[in-house]
């Protein structure tokens, strides 16, 4: 496994390098390197294709989905995802901006642009999109925290006797709703869910809450479909890049890292002999990768793959 020292003295563009200095090496923010280095991811290209569609609002038009009536290439969870995903935080002006937005619609003051689906207890959903998007950037958000915390109890109440009990689950989850019964009930499987309640949860319900999701069969909805137990046979696909994008989501769980031995293992036996990771030029999905500016020489590409991982070791390993 190449080590750090190794990977800087290589050519390194300016996302990936930026992420290596703030996630792993870790510089302080007022480290000059890591604000120059900064200065140019945020004139980069990558962020640059996002930006350039961000409306006044500070939106992106509609939030969650997409519809043959959208103005926009891109929905607003869609652009923040590549945002964060590119080195860019709640310092940064586009970042403030959607945030704004996201905090106007906990507040009432706003509504989103989006159709509003007739099965679920739509408000009940959007209002949990947006409070994970917003707790991704701020932790002490006290408007998303509310939201967080109603799951929370929903959650731990489901799993107070060890494994999850599906009935406890429903009583919970409508007493603290108070969602219409009439409504589809929202699963705990799911991006969402998942994501909000990191940091959330006592020790315990945590390790029970993720224990339960590495071992379902349907994995995490919205990131990846299939147990987390199995590991994909083919590295090189873009169903490897979602299968670890599913870790980098359980790995905001610092308690529970026990969890993780057979990843770990798993992701270090993937390593190739000069040292790098390299996923295969099909995991370009312009979410996850490219982060370099180009991947026409494959040294780049290996670079990306190995920050991205090297990243959630880190995580994982410290």
């Given at each position: ?35 120059n ?18 409306w ?6 509609q ?33 403030q ?41 701020d ?23 060890g ?7 429903k ?69 490897t890049?979602?299968?670890i ?6 790995s ?52 990306d ?14």
């Open positions: 496994m190449i080590s750090i020292d190794e990977l800087m003295k290589n050519n390194i563009d300016p996302i990936p390098k930026y992420l290596i200095l703030r996630d792993i090496i870790k510089l302080e923010k007022d480290n000059p390197i890591l604000q280095t900064k200065k140019e991811v945020l004139l980069s290209k990558w962020v640059l294709d996002i930006v350039n569609h961000q006044n609002d500070g939106s992106f038009g939030f969650h989905s997409l519809s043959q009536y959208s103005s926009s290439p891109i929905t607003t969870e869609q652009a923040l995802r590549r945002l964060l995903i590119l080195g860019l935080d709640k310092e940064d002006e586009p970042i901006k959607v945030l704004h937005y996201m905090e106007r619609y906990l507040l009432g003051e706003i509504d989103l642009r989006d159709y509003k689906e007739k099965k679920h207890d739509w408000s009940l959903l959007t209002r949990l999109f947006v409070s994970t998007w917003i707790l991704k950037i932790k002490t958000n006290s408007h998303a925290l509310k939201i967080a915390e109603n799951w929370a109890k929903i959650v731990s109440y489901a799993f107070i006797n494994d999850f009990d599906e009935k406890s689950y009583e919970a989850y409508y007493e603290v709703h108070q969602s219409d019964r009439k409504k589809y009930m929202w699963g705990l499987k799911n991006f969402y869910v998942v994501s909000i309640l990191s940091g959330i949860l006592s020790e315990v319900i945590s390790s029970r809450f993720i224990n339960y999701i590495i071992k379902s069969n349907n994995g995490i909805y919205y990131v990846y479909d299939r147990c987390l137990n199995h590991y994909p046979k083919e590295f090189k696909s873009k169903l890049s979602r299968f994008h599913a870790y980098e989501v359980l905001d769980y610092p308690s529970v890292k026990k969890e993780f031995k057979g990843f770990v293992k798993w992701i270090k036996a993937q390593v190739l002999s000069d040292g790098f990771w390299d996923m295969g030029q099909n995991v370009k999905d312009k979410v996850q990768f490219p982060l370099s500016r180009s991947w026409r020489k494959p040294l780049y590409r290996k670079i793959c190995t920050v991205r991982i090297q990243r959630i070791l880190y995580k994982i390993l410290k």
